[in-house]
C-alpha cells in the first residue's frame, strides 16, 4: 500500500489505504457487481497479472475487498465489503469532477470499453436531468456489441443486447473510438463529428436523439 504520510489526517490515512495507482479503477470496477480475476483485466487494460494481485491483496488487507471462493467452484471472485461500498460516493465526485475538468477525446493508444463508457454516458445524463416525454430505448452497434440506451420512468440506463436490438427506434451505427470522441468534445464540435455516424429509425425520435446530445439538424 502507499507509504505513511505521517501526518495526522483522515485524508492522509484514506490514501495510505486506497491512494495507490489502480486501487481506486478496481474500487470502480467493483462497485457494479463481483468480478473475477480475469474481469478486472480486462477492465483495468494496462495492469499486469502481478500488480493486480498486489493491489488486490493490498485492498483485502485494508479490509475494502472480499474474496468470495465457494466449494466447488475454480474460479475465485472479489467483492466489495461494506467499508469498499461506502467509497460509491467517493468515486461518483471523482466522475463528476472528471466530467467538468478533465475530459478530452481518447488518445491514440487510450482502450476504450464499451461497458464503462456506456455507464459513463447514462451516469452524465442523469447528473445533467436529461429527460424525454416519453420511456424510449435507443440502439448504438459497436464492431463488437450492441448496446440498448433506454429511458425509463425518468432515468438513463443501459445495457447490452444482442445484435438485433429489437425495438429499437432509433440505431446508431459507430465505433466505439468515434462515439467517445463525439460525446467527450465541446458541444460546440458535436455536429461535425456526428456526420460519421449512421442514424437510422423514425424521424421523429432521430431528432429527438440529436436534441439530446446537442447535435444540430
Known sequence: MAQSYLH????????EK???????????DLLHGPQRFTDLLHYLNNITPKWLTRRL??????????????SGRREVWYQLT?????????????????FRWAMRPPQPGEVVHPDQMMRGLTYALNKKGR????????????PSATYLLCYDEGRWFSRRQDDTAVGAAVTVTTTLENWATIFSSPRSER??????????GDREEIDVFKNIFGIRQ
Do not use: H, N, Y
Not at 491483496?57 to 475487498?65: Q, S
Not at 461494506?82 to 472528471?98: F, K, Q, T, Y
Not at 429527460?131 to 459497436?142: E, I
Not at 461535425?192 to 442514424?199: E, F, G, V
Open 82 to 98: 461494506a467499508a469498499g461500498r461506502e467509497l460509491g460516493p467517493v468515486i461518483e465526485a471523482l466522475m463528476d469532477w472528471g
Open 8 to 15: 495526522f489526517c483522515p485524508v492522509a490515512r484514506s490514501l
Open 131 to 142: 429527460r424525454l416525454p416519453c420511456d424510449t430505448r435507443w440502439a448504438v452497434r459497436f
Open 18 to 28: 486506497i491512494g495507490d495507482k489502480w486501487a481506486l479503477l478496481i474500487i470502480r
Open 57 to 70: 491483496r493490498d485492498l483485502e488487507a485494508a479490509g475494502i475487498v472480499a474474496r468470495d471462493k465457494q
Open 191 to 200: 455536429s461535425r463529428l456526428a456526420r460519421s455516424l449512421r442514424i437510422e
